[in-house]
């Protein structure tokens, strides 16, 4: 059974600049007005799994609304934070997320800090230790470059000593450097049977294979996901390709973008449905 996932980018302004975002670069995302919308909508479109996007998501105001009213619909949520304003708005959150994941590129200020752009390593572990505090499940997001995946050691370790797990996600738009040597993805899943590393195996096994195809793409956006604008509006197959065929277009040409590429997984009896599965199952806890 396929999943069913809206991604929700509320908001397209962020407090950072990330080396390896787009997002922020792109003048016209800046613009889009922020509107309200009726969640009940996704609920009646078989929708189950909300990512809260950005961006960065707690830059919109109305946040605590959209995340209660989802809520009150039985949708699961997931958010991801660079963790500056968490210390200023975390509370107004508290207890309406089921996945809240804080953003660290590396384990050392230095080096996470001139990756975004903004000194925010320091906000980034204060929100994570605060969210500890409230009774929330903070999890690391660590973002894995080419640069970034010499450090894994260190990130595994920081996560242990701050009691959370680290979710290891693969760079999915670096303007065409994405791209791991078998050797490194072999190195990452050695890592990910660390009990407190989490790592979605049929994303590895994409990256060694070299991402979508646009001769036979493997994508299955249009059917899995919904994709909402600040605005409320939708795009399709996926922001990246809005309005595109699904697969075979050139942004479409070695994707690896995790929000739309994980739930296609769910459809289609091959290796990364499998992979997939699996690695759900241990996500949750039935493994």
């Known amino acids: 059974m396929s999943q069913k996932v809206c991604n929700y980018f509320i908001t397209l ?10 997002i922020w670069r792109n003048e016209e995302y800046q613009k889009l007005e922020e509107k309200p919308y009726d969640l009940a909508l996704l609920k ?3 929708i189950k799994h909300l990512n809260i996007m950005g961006g960065e998501p707690l830059l919109r105001e109305d946040l605590p609304e959209i995340l209660r009213r989802a809520k009150a619909l039985g949708l699961e949520t997931a958010l991801a934070t660079n963790g500056i304003l968490y210390g200023e708005k975390g509370r107004q959150i508290d207890g309406l997320i089921d996945r809240l994941f804080f953003s660290l590129d590396y384990p050392f200020a230095a080096e996470h800090d001139r990756s975004r752009g903004v ?10 230790k605060l969210a500890k505090e409230r009774g929330e499940r903070p ?8 640069d970034s995946v010499r450090f894994l050691p260190e990130m595994v370790d920081l996560a242990e ?5 680290v979710h290891l996600s693969p760079v999915y738009d670096h303007f065409g450097t994405q791209g791991f040597e078998s050797i490194t993805v072999d190195h990452i899943r050695y890592f990910a049977r660390r009990p407190n590393v989490l790592v979605n195996l049929a994303a590895l096994e994409f990256v060694r294979t070299g991402g ?7 994508c299955r956006a249009r059917q899995t996901t919904i994709t909402l604008m600040p605005d409320g509006t939708r795009v399709s197959p996926c922001l990246f390709n809005p309005n595109g065929r699904q697969g075979n277009e050139a942004a479409c040409s070695s994707c690896m973008r995790w929000p739309y590429m994980l739930p296609s997984f769910s459809i289609g009896l091959d290796k990364y449905f499998w992979l997939n599965l699996y690695s759900e199952m241990i996500k949750r806890g039935k493994i």
């Open 44 to 46: 009646k479109a078989g």
């Open 161 to 165: 000593k701050l009691g959370v797990r």
């Open 119 to 128: 000194e925010c390593f320091t906000e980034a572990l204060s929100g994570i």
């Open 13 to 22: 302004r962020c407090n950072d600049s990330c080396e390896y975002c787009s």
């Open 212 to 218: 979508n195809r646009t001769l036979y793409p493997r």
């Open 139 to 146: 999890i690391i997001n660590f973002t894995l470059t080419r």
